[in-house]
Every structure is written in C-alpha cells, then in structure tokens.
C-alpha cells in the first residue's frame, strides 16, 4: 500500500522546524530515520498533510562530552550509539541496547531521536535511556526545555514532546566505570522485545555502590525496576544477592498480554532476564 499525498519540507535549522511544524498544525509531523514512521504512513494508519525533514540541520548527529555529561544528537543513529567510542565509555548500557535494535539496515536508518519521540513500550533505547537517568532536549515555541526521561516517557506511544515541538538531543550523566549489560528476548530474530532489562551497576571493593535496572514492554511506559535496585544498594557482589534481587524485576508491573505471552510469563521473564544482566553487569558467573 501507498502513503497518501503530502508536502514536504527540509529546513536547515531548529527555528526553520518548529515554524514548519507551527504553519502545519496537526498534519505536520516530523521525519528522521522514517523507521517508524514510513511503515505507518504505508498502511495509511497516518496521514500527515506536511513532512518535516530533520536532515539538513546541522549538529544533531554529534556526539560530545558537555562536563559530566554525553550529549547525543538526535539524529545520531542506533549504528553510531552502538559503535561510538565515547557511547561505550560514557553510557555502555545505551551502545548495548543500540546493537540489538533489528537488523544493519534499521541500524544504520534509525535514530535515537525517533526512537524515543516514537515511544513504543517494547522499544530499547527507552528503557536504557531511563536506568541512566538521561534526559532529552526539546525546542519549541516556547523555548528550549530538558526533560528527564522519567517524565519524558508518558503513556502507551505519548511522551513530552508536544505537537509543534523537536526532540534535538538526549543526555545521559556519565557512567564510565559502571558495568553494564542489557538482555532482551525475542520470539524470532530481529523482532520487538518480548521483554528487555537493562542493568548498570556503580561497585568498589566488592560493594554495590549504585544499581540502575530498567525494563522494556512491562507496562505502557519504560519502567525502573525499584525493588531491584533498593535490594542492591550497599550489597556485597555475589550470585545469590544479585539473583534474589533480580527475581524481584517483575514485582508491581502491568505488562501486556499479547501472542507472544501472558503478563504472569512477561513477569517471570523479566526475573529471568533481570538475574542474567545483573550477573552479566557484575562480572559473576
């Protein structure tokens, strides 16, 4: 199937964007990667009279340090984050989650900015953007405003930013020196997540310092696994306390049921996946 007709647009910057999207009113909608968006506007579930192309603005696929923190272009994309130098040292837990994203082509399309803008509960850059306290950068009208992922992320495919506003960059503290690891399960190769757990942990002489859990399509928005994470504060690093807590992963969540499972299975899952990164993270076997 075909999209329907629409006009087009590529301003060369924010300002040029945001009054794109102001003449536009609601049938303006912003494009990137198209990653999300292309697919929908085939099967006609969106019909936008006027697309606005990010592409020819100039800094929003520049990685740079900014003090203690990364900021990371809206445009950079999944292949970037997972490959970037400064990603892997700074946000190891988000280059991980980038490199399960689909399959090369999505990777080398899809962009952070619309992966978060876009969202979708069973994505990955949500959940691992949330266990690293990030935040994203929004122009609009008004101005310029950064809001923190825990309040980014609204509900099922709703997040902060408004109707005539642009995702420009997402920031995350630095996490270098953490250990990390993101799990994910997927009926087949290259799919959605079933369910996905991102783990960042802070440790010195064997002691958990810090821990960061966060989960993907356990509810209508990326979740903090809290009780994880309190269970870890100050804990010695051994199999059985990362397991305990782990196993709790699932406790107050409101996953989906859909064909690939139940929200009692989701819940186990995400123990199971929860135990794996939290060892994983730790470096126990």
């Known amino acids: 199937m075909r999209p329907v007709d629409f006009d087009y647009a590529a301003p060369e910057d924010i300002a040029g964007v945001v009054q794109a999207l102001v003449d536009g009113g609601d049938d303006a909608k912003i494009i990137s990667g198209g990653q999300s968006l292309m697919p929908v506007l085939r099967m006609r579930m969106a019909a936008p009279e006027l697309l606005v192309d990010l592409r020819k603005v100039d ?74 306290d990030g935040s994203v950068d929004i122009v609009g009208p008004a101005g310029e405003r950064t809001v923190g992922a825990a309040e980014f992320f609204q509900d099922y495919f709703t997040t902060a930013v408004g109707e005539d506003d642009v995702a420009v960059a997402v920031r995350i503290p630095s996490h270098a020196g953490w250990g990390s690891c993101y799990e994910k399960f997927t009926v087949v190769a290259q799919a959605w997540a079933v369910v996905a757990v991102g783990a960042t942990l802070r440790i010195a002489d064997g002691v958990i310092q810090e821990a960061k859990v966060a989960m993907a399509n356990m509810g209508p928005t990326p979740l903090r696994a809290c009780q994880v994470e309190a269970a870890l504060a100050g804990a010695a690093v051994d199999a059985g306390t990362l397991d305990a807590a782990g196993s709790r992963a699932g406790e107050g969540t409101n996953p989906p049921e859909d064909s690939a499972g139940t929200p009692e299975y989701r819940r186990h899952l995400a123990g199971v996946l929860a135990r794996r990164a939290l060892r994983s993270a730790a470096g126990v076997e």
């Open 59 to 132: 800094g929003l696929r520049e990685i740079r340090q900014e003090g203690s923190e990364l900021v990371i272009g809206a445009m950079v994309t999944h292949h970037t984050l997972a490959t970037d130098p400064l990603v892997a040292e700074h946000a190891g837990l988000l280059a991980q989650a980038a490199a399960t994203i689909g399959d090369a082509q999505i990777r080398y399309r899809g962009t952070i900015g619309g992966a978060l803008a876009h969202a979708d509960p069973a994505g990955d850059l949500g959940a691992a953007v949330l266990a690293l």
